[in-house]
């Protein structure tokens, strides 16, 4: 028998209106895939970072942490190749050994610039991103981390090591100080999304801190855009050893409101066994879909083939995972006939095997 597929076209300009949640490289990686689909992209980025080159420019010009927004407007940037270098390009030698230019650029931009937001708004001009980039806040904050027994660390980049000492869960995460209020454009931007999705990323600090800033659950709630949860396909070393698809909801709708989302896509696609076991001795194994304990919080699982194997490393692959997210939106949402968009030009087709 043939085969069946579902298909559909759309036009990138009139494609969905996504909001993307989060921080970190699992960000990034999943914004290069979805650019390709939809040009009403919008990422809000979390600002609690002050480890390595973002860090060190956090305590030297009291300015956020700007490595994680830099990396997501590298990813829907559309410049020339020589200027995409140049973003990419890191000091090997002196006092800005191991820094990134595209920090320095973004530094610099916030010095000329009246507010943190507007520096990076400049730098999405320079770069021509596709969509917006926003800062969660521009409010100094630190993410301070409590643990099962008690003990707590204030630090982002401390964190893992106090965990790795501690040997415990961590109990809860909370922004130092409390109450840090959203910038408005972030609100705004999820209030108006045809889809919003959290992560993927690290749970405690890259997609929670964002929960934890006023405002940001409340627009969630309000929001009539489809939700889903991308799940990490590992567990994270000195994180969430031992946890489970449903100890990430959990502890996501802990630190935010019950049924904040009810989709959660996972990882369908193999893991070599000879990679497997390097995870392992590092603490980290395949995250397990506890698919009855999801659902039993409200949450229906996705299991689609997300994730790939590069050099040596498991990680989202971005087009896979933007096609099953674009293909999601429009099974789940219905596009009223004649509403005028040109389907001949500007189009992207994405296709999949029906299951």
Do not use: W
């Not at 995972?321 to 596009?335: D, P, Q, T, Y």
């Amino acid at each position: 028998m043939p085969e069946n597929r579902v298909s559909y076209r759309v036009p990138k300009a009139h494609g969905p209106k996504i909001t993307v949640i989060g921080g970190g490289h699992g960000l990034s990686t999943m914004l290069r895939g979805l650019k390709n689909y939809t040009e009403n992209l919008t990422a809000v980025v979390t600002v609690a970072d002050d480890g390595g080159g973002s860090g060190m420019l956090r305590q030297d010009l009291g300015m956020p942490p700007p490595g994680d927004i830099r990396n997501c407007m590298e990813a829907l940037a559309n410049t020339e190749p020589l200027m995409s270098q140049l973003m990419h390009y890191r000091f090997s030698e002196g006092s800005l050994a191991g820094q990134s230019f595209g920090n320095l650029f973004l530094a610099a931009l916030n010095g000329i610039s009246p507010s943190f937001d507007v520096a990076v708004s400049r730098m999405s001009e320079v770069l021509a991103i596709t969509g917006r980039v926003l800062p969660v806040t521009t409010a100094d904050v630190q993410l301070e981390a409590e643990f099962e027994n008690g003990a707590t660390v204030v630090g982002e980049s401390k964190i893992f090591y106090c965990k790795k000492k501690e040997d415990c869960r961590i109990r809860q995460v909370r922004l130092l100080p409390e109450h840090s209020k959203a910038l408005p454009a972030a609100v705004a931007a999820i209030e108006d999304a045809d889809m919003i999705v959290l992560g993927p990323g690290s749970l405690y600090t890259s997609i929670i801190p964002n929960l934890l800033v006023d405002g940001v659950v409340e627009a969630i709630q309000r929001s009539d855009a489809l939700k889903v949860y991308v799940c990490n396909v590992m567990t994270q070393e000195g994180e969430t050893e031992g946890y489970t698809a449903s100890d990430h909801i959990a502890a996501i709708f802990a630190h935010s409101a019950p049924g904040l989302f009810d989709l959660c896509m996972t990882n369908s696609s193999p893991i070599p066994k000879g990679v497997a076991a390097r995870y392992a001795e590092e603490g980290a194994e395949l995250l397990k879909c506890d698919e009855a304990a999801c659902n039993a919080l409200g949450v229906e699982i996705i299991n689609r083939p997300i994730a790939t194997v590069s050099n040596g490393y498991v990680r989202h692959h971005p087009g896979h995972l933007a096609r099953e997210l674009v293909l999601l939106h429009a099974e789940r949402s219905v596009r009223v006939a004649g509403d005028g968009f040109d389907y001949r030009k500007d189009t992207y087709h994405v296709e999949r095997k029906d299951r």
